[in-house]
T-cell receptor, first 115, second 109 residues
Framework: ETGVTQSPTHLIKTRGQQVTLRCSSQ?????VSWYQQALGQGPQFIFQ???????GRGNFPPRFSGLQFPNYSSELNVNALELDDSALYLC??????????????FGEGSRLTVL | AQRVTQPEKLLSVFKGAPVELKCNYS??????LFWYVQYSRQRLQLLLR??SRESIKGFTADLNKGETSFHLKKPFAQEEDSAMYYC???????????FGKGTTLSVSS
């Protein structure tokens, strides 16, 4: 069984640039969620994708956008990067609904530094 | 408002001592609560969920609706329990987990 994989693991961008982070979900999982984890904080929900559509969104501006592909992999795009976007971005996959609600399988994260 | 509060940033105990990691929540209705753990150099993973009422690695957590708490307990801490622990709550829409800020547990011999 393949776990959640994310790429890249680390990247450095400058303010105003755009970034794309990628995630492959765990085998058999149809739902992908993205979280932002700032230093010293718990993960904060950005959005969730199910069947290639956004299925829920946290308190993040529209410059945070995403995609889910037919194979359930996903991308997180952030435009017009700001210094405060520096964080660890976590992808998590799950089976939507039922007894698995709340059981997320996390990747190791992509650490973004914005200079 | 939906919120999870973990009041302790760091909890240091000696091996063999009891452990209690505190978690309080704010939620309308019946909450679904979880504890997640992150060991050094490992990814965040589910430890236990209140629905299952299970004991994992000797840890238990009881939902107390009166006190709106879901504290994580272990009677005898082991060094391998040292990790970051997050309490989490499923949001009202059922689409996301709301995490606390986490508590670092340090167990020394």
């Amino acid at each position: 069984e393949t776990g959640v994989t994310q790429s890249p693991t680390h990247l450095i961008k400058t303010r105003g640039q755009q970034v794309t982070l990628r995630c492959s979900s765990q085998s058999g999982h149809n739902t992908v969620s993205w979280y932002q984890q700032a230093l010293g904080q718990g993960p904060q929900f950005i959005f969730q994708y199910y069947r290639e559509e956004e299925n829920g969104r946290g308190n993040f501006p529209p410059r945070f956008s995403g995609l889910q592909f037919p194979n359930y992999s996903s991308e997180l795009n952030v435009n017009a990067l700001e210094l405060d976007d520096s964080a660890l971005y976590l992808c998590a996959s799950s089976l939507r609904g039922g007894a698995n609600t709340g059981e997320l399988f996390f990747g190791e994260g992509s650490r973004l530094t914005v200079l | 408002a939906q919120r999870v509060t973990q009041p302790e940033k760091l909890l240091s105990v000696f091996k063999g001592a009891p452990v209690e990691l505190k978690c309080n929540y704010s939620y309308s209705g019946s909450p679904e609560l979880f504890w997640y753990v992150q060991y050094s150099r490992q990814r965040l993973q589910l430890l236990l969920r209140h629905i299952s009422r299970e004991s994992i690695k000797g840890f238990t957590a009881d939902l107390n609706k009166g006190e709106t708490s879901f504290h994580l307990k272990k009677p005898f801490a082991q060094e391998e329990d040292s990790a970051m622990y997050y309490c989490a709550l499923v949001n009202q829409a059922g689409t996301a987990l709301i995490f606390g800020k986490g508590t670092t547990l340090s167990v020394s011999s």
